[in-house]
């Protein structure tokens, strides 16, 4: 039949939080400058490490 895919994860939490650590500060930010407001609408569609829905989830409790 078909060749056969190799799939591998290359995710490391490790590697993105020390290529990524200006995120929550960057994420404070957008979150500010957005003015979200509790009934909005937010999509987060999963990139990085999760950090941005917990802010927003502390901005709005």
Request: net charge negative.
């Amino acid at each position: 039949m078909g060749a056969e895919v190799k799939r591998e994860d290359h995710w490391s939490a490790t590697a993105y939080q020390n290529s990524a650590s200006f995120v929550p500060k960057l994420a404070t930010k957008v979150l500010y400058w957005l003015d979200v407001q509790s009934d909005d609408v937010i999509l987060d569609i999963g990139c990085g490490d999760g950090i941005i829905p917990v802010q927003l989830a502390a901005t709005l409790a």
